[in-house]
């Protein structure tokens, strides 16, 4: 019934913690990954992915569609590595999908639990988190639904404009551990990020 799936590059880090914490309710696990130059195919492909490579095109929408592509289940759930849905009750979201049967819901948002590290480096203590955060995460696989922007990526957009049916809510915790790890390489990252919105990106939310 259902597709877990992620697109990757270099995320040997966090990818077990969060595919563990979902395969439960999954038929199958889909990675798309952009020529990862660590573990992170190796431990996907031990944990029963399927895996395929994909070059990246600075375009996280573009990823995810080549990722929605690949699916064969009626629903994805999409994570990213650094995200897990550990201790939640996932019988949760199996009953809201049965309940869509009998209603015009095409999509679920999960509130999302943000951890903030409370060092530089990396720290096991985290602040309060930033919650809710409610993000899309499950939805049907089906043509009018897609990803769109550059970052800030998501399907909402798509379902709002084909009306294609509405987005529920689901009380499964998506817990997202943040900027972890070295912190020059994070500002590094989040340098060439933020240069994507500055260069324009009509679909950022």
């Known amino acids: 019934m259902i597709s877990l799936a992620y697109i990757t590059s270099n995320e040997e880090k966090y990818i077990e913690r969060s595919i563990n914490s979902?395969?439960?309710?999954?038929?199958?696990?889909?990675i798309v990954d952009a020529f990862s130059t660590d573990n992170t195919r190796k431990i996907c492909k031990k944990l029963g992915a399927k895996?395929?490579?994909?070059?990246?095109?600075?375009?996280f929408s573009?990823?995810?569609?080549?990722?929605?592509s690949k699916c064969t289940q009626p629903w994805i759930l999409t994570?990213?590595?650094?995200?897990?849905?550990?201790?939640e009750d996932?019988?949760?979201?199996?009953?809201?999908?049965?309940?869509?049967t009998s209603n015009e819901i095409v999509a679920w948002a999960l509130p999302r639990k943000n951890h903030y590290p409370l060092h530089d480096a990396d720290s096991p203590f985290f602040g309060p988190p930033f919650y809710p955060d409610l993000q899309v995460r499950i939805f049907q696989r089906r043509k009018e639904i897609f990803y769109s922007g550059i970052v800030h990526?998501?399907?909402q957009q798509s379902i709002d404009a084909s009306k294609v049916g509405f987005i529920g809510r689901v009380a499964v915790c998506i817990h997202h551990h943040m900027f972890r790890g070295n912190k020059e390489e994070f500002e590094s990252s989040k340098g060439a990020y933020?240069?994507?919105?500055e260069k324009g990106d009509s679909h950022a939310r």
């Open 90 to 100: 996932l019988n949760l979201i199996i009953q809201a999908l049965n309940y869509t």
């Open 79 to 87: 994570l990213d590595a650094d995200e897990h849905l550990e201790g």
């Open 62 to 68: 573009y990823a995810r569609n080549v990722m929605i």
């Open 194 to 197: 933020y240069s994507k919105l």
């Open 22 to 30: 979902a395969k439960g309710i999954a038929s199958e696990i889909v």
């Open 51 to 59: 895996i395929f490579k994909e070059k990246w095109r600075d375009d």
């Open 153 to 155: 990526e998501g399907v």
